[in-house]
């Protein structure tokens, strides 16, 4: 996991006194899950050019104290996301793949060559509801009702990072992907197919296209 390593040591370096990866090394010898976990991030980080891999680093070092309530460190993560992306566009055949800096002005993540015309790609993650961390929290038993389909609040949710991202594409260019990665409530996604059906009629209804939706880091489900 040479990036991930590389990445947690530069953390280290720039923010001392912060323990989220003080024991990052004997936590992934003790749990393969922990270690799988960022093993999936690290696989996607190695597809990543030099200069690519430059650009995500310093943008996921400089969101590291973005957090949200019972989600540490969300911001440092949804940018180590950009990288499925990034392997997303490289495997579909694209050329030119490269990130972005980020400057003074929105753009998109990443620029690409589709079609021999220049294109962006905007990556957002959505993850799971504030409902949610409270029921985690709480350590109560719950019967799993509310996870049957989604909900209103979702669907906001989801309108409005897609749209944001269209915007985020538009300020450079007319063609681009919107690439969203989709953490449910439904943490062992027993209702998936419910979700999938759900979420291709009201994109459909939205009229948003040129999008790709990543369920979860690991696996292969997508829609």
Not at 62 to 69: E, G, N, V
Not at 73 to 91: I, S
Not at 110 to 116: C, G, P
Not at 190 to 215: A, H, M, P, S, V
Request: glycine share 8%.
């Amino acid at each position: 996991m040479s990036r991930i390593r590389e990445i947690i040591g530069d953390l280290r370096n720039r923010y001392p006194g912060d323990d989220f990866f003080s024991s990052f090394e004997d936590s992934c010898r003790i749990s393969p899950e922990k270690r799988g976990y960022y093993r999936t991030y690290n696989e996607a980080l190695t597809v990543l050019d030099d200069e690519s891999w430059k650009i995500l680093k310093d943008k996921a070092l400089a969101h590291y104290l973005d957090h949200r309530q019972g989600q540490k460190k969300q911001g440092f993560f949804n940018q180590l996301n950009e990288a499925f992306a990034y392997r997303y566009l490289v495997k579909r055949g694209f050329d030119d793949v490269r990130f972005i800096k980020e400057g003074r002005i929105t753009s998109p993540d990443i620029r690409f060559f589709a079609y021999n015309s220049q294109s962006y790609c905007e990556v957002k993650t959505l993850g799971i509801s504030n409902e949610e961390i409270d029921r985690r929290n709480s350590h109560e038993v719950h019967d799993g009702s509310g996870y049957v389909s989604l909900g209103k609040g979702f669907l906001n949710k989801f309108s409005d990072a897609v749209t944001a991202a269209r915007q985020q594409i538009y300020a450079l260019g007319p063609n681009g992907l919107v690439y969203v990665i989709v953490r449910f409530d439904d943490i062992a996604l027993d209702y998936y197919q419910n979700y999938r059906k759900q979420l291709i009629t009201f994109c459909e209804n939205q009229g948003f296209d040129n999008l790709f939706i990543k369920i979860g880091l690991r696996g292969s489900k997508r829609i």
